[in-house]
């Protein structure tokens, strides 16, 4: 069973920076996909980041491009979500995820989650 615990949400002015992380337990961790998604009040979950299985290839979501970088280190188990240029827009629990069995690492269909953390962006 894979865990993964998230850390580093907090509150933040508009323009700041935050880094989450993202640690996962189990022995194969180098070879998950990993995603970053977040959900604001009253709306969906969406996908905000996601890095594929191998590493090899990333997707951004449109709203974070330029802005947010997903980075992994497969040594310590661990993904990161380096978030950059805040905006108020970007409040949010972000939530990562592991392992995407569907063939398309953007797909929502992610078997193991973290518990989420909060992220807020003052104006």
């Known amino acids: 069973q894979v865990q993964l615990v998230e850390s580093g949400g907090g509150l933040v002015q508009a323009g700041g920076s935050l880094r989450l992380s993202c640690a996962a337990s189990?022995?194969?961790?180098?070879?998950?996909?990993m995603g970053w998604f977040r959900q604001a009040p009253g709306k969906e979950r969406e996908l905000v980041t996601a890095?594929?299985?191998?590493?090899?290839?990333?997707y951004y979501a449109d709203p974070v491009k330029g802005r947010f970088t997903i980075s992994r280190d497969n040594a310590k188990n661990t993904v990161y979500l380096q978030m950059a240029s805040l905006k108020p827009e970007d409040t949010a629990v972000y939530y990562c995820?592991?392992?995407?069995?569907?063939?398309?690492?953007?797909?929502?269909?992610?078997?193991?989650w973290g518990q989420g953390t909060q992220v807020t962006v003052s104006s």
């Open positions: 995820a592991a392992d995407n069995p569907s063939g398309d690492y953007t797909s929502s269909y992610y078997i193991h």
């Open positions: 189990g022995r194969t961790f180098s070879t998950y996909a």
């Open positions: 890095s594929s299985g191998s590493g090899g290839r990333t």
